[in-house]
T-cell receptor, first 112, second 112 residues
Framework: NAGVTQTPKFQVLKTGQSMTLQCAQD?????MSWYRQDPGMGLRLIHY???????DQGEVPNGYNVSRSTTEDFPLRLLSAAPSQTSVYFC???????????FGQGTRLTVV | GENVEQHPSTLSVQEGDSAVIKCTYS??????FPWYKQELGKRPQLIID?????GEKKDQRIAVTLNKTAKHFSLHITETQPEDSAVYFC???????????FGKGTRLSVIA
C-alpha cells in the first residue's frame, strides 16, 4: 500500500536549471495538490488539480508548472530554478477537498 | 479567499500537562476543519478533524472544538507525552473547488 510517492527525496540545483518533481498516488484520488513548506510560513499551495486534464493555480504559482495527464500522476516542474525556491515540497491527494489529505514524504530542494 | 490564523507559533508544556492550540478562519462557508501532526523530518498526517455540524470531537487524548459563530476552532491535547512533540497544523476547507488552507503551524515541545 504505497499511498502517495514523491521522488526525489533530496535535490540540489544550480540557479537557472530546470527539473521535475514526481508525485504518484495509488488510491484513485481525483484531487491532488502541491505545497511548499518554509520555516514559519506553514504549507502554501502552489498548484492543484481536481482530475485528469484539470489544473489551477494556488497561492504561490510563479516559477512552477503542472500537468495532470493521468489520475495517478501529478508532476511539478521548476522552469528556471531560483534560490527563493529552496524549500521542502509536499504533494498531497484526497478523495475530496473536505476529506483526509494524504501527503507524500516530501522533497527537500536546495537551489544554489 | 480563506485565511487561517494559528496561535501560538511555539508552545512548551511539561509532560502530563494539557496543550491548547487555537485557529481562526475568515470564510463563513468553510465547513471542514482538520488537524495535522508533522514529526521532525516526516510528512504531515491527519490526527483529527471536525465538520461544521459538530461542536466537539474526541479521540482518546485529543479533542477538537468548533465555534462557527466566532469562526474559531481549537485542538486540545491532554496528559501530554514526549511523543506529542511535533508541529501541528490546522486547516479549513469548504465544499468548493479549492484545496485546504493551512495555518502557519505550532511547534509543540513536551518537556519530560
Amino acid at each position: 500500500n504505497a499511498g502517495v510517492t514523491q521522488t526525489p527525496k533530496f535535490q540540489v540545483l544550480k540557479t537557472g536549471q530546470s527539473m521535475t518533481l514526481q508525485c504518484a498516488q495509488d488510491m484513485n484520488h481525483e484531487y491532488m495538490s502541491w505545497y511548499r513548506q518554509d520555516p514559519g510560513m506553514g504549507l502554501r499551495l502552489i498548484h492543484y488539480s481536481v482530475g485528469a486534464g484539470i489544473t489551477d493555480q494556488g497561492e504561490v504559482p510563479n516559477g512552477y508548472n503542472v500537468s495532470r495527464s493521468t489520475t495517478e500522476d501529478f508532476p511539478l516542474r521548476l522552469l528556471s530554478a531560483a534560490p527563493s525556491q529552496t524549500s521542502v515540497y509536499f504533494c498531497a491527494s484526497s478523495s475530496s477537498w473536505f476529506a483526509e489529505a494524504f501527503f507524500g514524504q516530501g522533497t527537500r530542494l536546495t537551489v544554489v | 479567499g480563506e485565511n487561517v490564523e494559528q496561535h501560538p507559533s511555539t508552545l512548551s508544556v511539561q509532560e502530563g500537562d494539557s496543550a491548547v492550540i487555537k485557529c481562526t478562519y475568515s470564510d463563513s462557508a468553510s465547513n471542514y476543519f482538520p488537524w495535522y501532526k508533522q514529526e521532525l523530518g516526516k510528512r504531515p498526517q491527519l490526527i483529527i478533524d471536525i465538520r461544521s455540524n459538530v461542536g466537539e470531537k474526541k479521540d482518546q487524548r485529543i479533542a477538537v472544538t468548533l465555534n462557527k459563530t466566532a469562526k474559531h476552532f481549537s485542538l486540545h491535547i491532554t496528559e501530554t507525552q514526549p511523543e506529542d512533540s511535533a508541529v501541528y497544523f490546522c486547516a479549513a476547507g469548504y465544499s468548493g473547488n479549492t484545496p485546504l488552507v493551512f495555518g502557519k503551524g505550532t511547534r509543540l515541545s513536551v518537556i519530560a
